[in-house]
């Protein structure tokens, strides 16, 4: 499911837009006719169930503020006789960019922009390893990139 809006709100106040994006997946898996089905979605390293992403964009003129919430659902590690839930990731990023007007001389063609990703500093859930090398969590699914502040800076003409 997708939902998009945007407006305009008028007296030189800039305009806004909204998006929703959710989705549910569910899918198993049979590899012959005599074996039994096996539940794919929502098990460890195939995709969750649940997916959903929701962003807020404010712009005017040349500066425009945007807001994004992901939630990445969680998955069951069914690699043992008792199956052990793993939990998903929340995330909230922001980010803020000012682009000079063309009319600005040297400055004009100049973009700045800071970001804040993952600002809650969300971890993914962690499984069991066998190996000292081998990942400690669904890396698949999940990013390992905790909370990350970046600053840009762009010209173009």
């Given at each position: 499911?997708?939902?998009?809006?945007?407006?305009?709100?008028?007296?030189?106040?800039?305009?806004?837009?909204?998006?929703?994006?959710?989705?549910?997946?569910?899918?198993?898996?049979?590899?012959?006719?005599?074996?039994?089905?096996?539940?794919?979605?929502?098990?460890?390293?195939?995709?969750?169930?649940?997916?959903?992403?929701?962003?807020?964009?404010?712009?005017?003129?040349?500066?425009?503020?945007?807001?994004?919430?992901?939630?990445?659902?969680?998955?069951?590690?069914?690699?043992?006789?008792?199956?052990?839930?793993?939990?998903?990731?929340?995330?909230?990023?922001?980010?803020?960019?000012?682009?000079?007007?063309?009319?600005?001389?040297?400055?004009?063609?100049?973009?700045?922009?800071?970001?804040?990703?993952?600002?809650?500093?969300?971890?993914?859930?962690?499984?069991?390893?066998?190996l000292p090398y081998d990942a400690g969590f669904d890396s698949t699914n999940y990013s390992a990139v905790g909370r990350l502040i970046s600053f840009g800076i762009s010209k173009s003409w």
């Open positions: 499911m997708l939902i998009n809006y945007s407006t305009d709100l008028g007296n030189d106040r800039g305009s806004l837009a909204a998006m929703v994006n959710a989705s549910y997946l569910t899918s198993d898996q049979q590899t012959s006719a005599d074996a039994r089905v096996v539940q794919k979605a929502g098990t460890l390293f195939n995709p969750p169930h649940w997916r959903a992403r929701g962003g807020l964009t404010w712009s005017r003129s040349e500066l425009t503020l945007n807001s994004t919430f992901s939630l990445i659902g969680g998955v069951i590690d069914a690699r043992t006789a008792a199956p052990v839930p793993v939990s998903g990731m929340t995330t909230l990023d922001l980010t803020a960019r000012y682009r000079f007007a063309p009319d600005k001389g040297a400055l004009a063609g100049l973009e700045l922009s800071l970001s804040a990703w993952n600002i809650f500093n969300d971890k993914p859930g962690t499984i069991a390893t066998s």
